[in-house]
């Protein structure tokens, strides 16, 4: 009911805030349009797993490649791959920095190293020469600790030290 002014009764008690009234007139409006704008950024991968997650980060001279999500969840299992071009009879250190060490738990390395330690803020996995020439690849699997976003140094022998960043939803 209207009072004489052309302005709606208030209800005693209630403490309308226009600007939420306005806010939920929009999202009933647009709202299955704003659901089904979520479910695709989830199918693609914004959120976690999926086209737009999937990385791939190499140096200039194509020695060392890293696969990885740069979307993930808190407590879910992420895999980082790397890919070494070695020569034979060279040992291959990898040197894992930056916030690795703060943000995530790694839960499994294949192959295993034959030497692995930390030291500082760094986590360091040695392979020692199998004989064979060419890609050798490592698998680490990780658990993320804290939300946000973590960004993580790699350093391979004497390759450039790289550095990338996962985002992670809480």
């Given at each position: 009911?209207?009072?004489?002014?052309?302005?709606?009764?208030?209800?005693?008690?209630?403490?309308?805030?226009r600007?939420?009234?306005?806010?939920e007139?929009?999202?009933?409006?647009?709202?299955?349009?704003?659901?089904?704008?979520?479910?695709?950024?989830?199918?693609?991968?914004?959120?976690?797993?999926?086209?737009?997650?999937?990385?791939?980060?190499?140096?200039?001279?194509?020695?060392?490649?890293?696969?990885?999500?740069?979307?993930?969840?808190?407590?879910?299992?992420?895999?980082?791959?790397?890919?070494?071009?070695?020569?034979?009879?060279?040992?291959?250190?990898?040197?894992?920095?930056?916030?690795?060490?703060?943000?995530?738990?790694?839960?499994?390395?294949?192959p295993?190293?034959?030497?692995?330690?930390?030291?500082?803020?760094?986590?360091?996995?040695?392979?020692?020469?199998?004989?064979?020439?060419?890609?050798?690849?490592?698998?680490?699997?990780?658990?993320?600790?804290?939300?946000?976003?973590?960004?993580?140094?790699?350093?391979?022998?004497?390759?450039?030290?790289?550095?990338?960043?996962?985002?992670?939803?809480?």
């Amino acid at each position: 009911m209207a009072n004489g002014h052309g302005n709606p009764d208030k209800l005693p008690g209630v403490d309308e805030s226009r600007f939420a009234i306005a806010l939920e007139s929009a999202f009933r409006r647009c709202g299955l349009v704003f659901l089904l704008l979520i479910i695709a950024a989830a199918l693609s991968g914004v959120f976690s797993v999926g086209y737009f997650s999937h990385a791939s980060q190499s140096t200039e001279n194509k020695t060392v490649k890293i696969d990885y999500q740069r979307f993930g969840r808190l407590q879910n299992q992420l895999q980082l791959k790397i890919t070494v071009a070695r020569e034979p009879g060279e040992n291959t250190t990898l040197v894992l920095g930056g916030e690795y060490m703060d943000s995530f738990e790694t839960s499994a390395i294949w192959p295993q190293p034959d030497n692995m330690y930390s030291q500082g803020q760094k986590l360091i996995l040695v392979y020692h020469p199998a004989g064979q020439k060419g890609d050798f690849s490592v698998w680490i699997y990780t658990a993320p600790d804290q939300p946000g976003k973590a960004v993580t140094t790699l350093h391979v022998n004497n390759a450039p030290e790289m550095s990338f960043w996962q985002f992670i939803y809480p």
